[in-house]
């Protein structure tokens, strides 16, 4: 069973940064595109980041140029660098595949606020 344990969130003031890491377990994580997605209450969850098997990345246009996703095949982990944090980036932040979604984690809360 794959199990996904997400962790980094917390408290931080508006213009700050957080490094996200999700790591993967039960299963061959380098064969699989990977996202980081989010949560804001009242709203549904949405697609931040994703990353192929070979590195390339995309992102939503709402993080674009201030979030950084990346992987480490070898320790089956992927990381959100978030930079220039702004209180609407306050959710609860989650990993999965990009396609084919497995059971979700606990996920990790993200409060940007003053």
């Known amino acids: 069973q794959v199990q996904l344990v997400e962790s980094g969130g917390g408290l931080v003031q508006p213009g700050g940064s957080l490094r996200l890491s999700c790591v993967v377990s039960?299963?061959?994580?380098?064969?699989?595109?990977m996202g980081w997605y989010r949560q804001a209450p009242g709203k549904q969850r949405e697609l931040v980041a994703h990353?192929?098997?070979?590195?390339?990345?995309n992102y939503a246009d709402s993080v674009k140029g201030r979030f950084t996703i990346s992987r480490d095949n070898a320790k089956n982990t992927v990381y959100l660098q978030m930079n220039s944090l702004k209180p609407e980036d306050t959710a609860v932040y989650y990993c999965?595949?990009?396609?084919?979604?497995?059971?979700w984690g606990q996920g990790t809360q993200v409060t940007v606020s003053s």
């Open positions: 039960g299963s061959i994580f380098s064969i699989y595109i």
């Open positions: 990353i192929r098997i070979g590195g390339s990345t």
């Open positions: 999965n595949r990009f396609d084919t979604l497995w059971e």
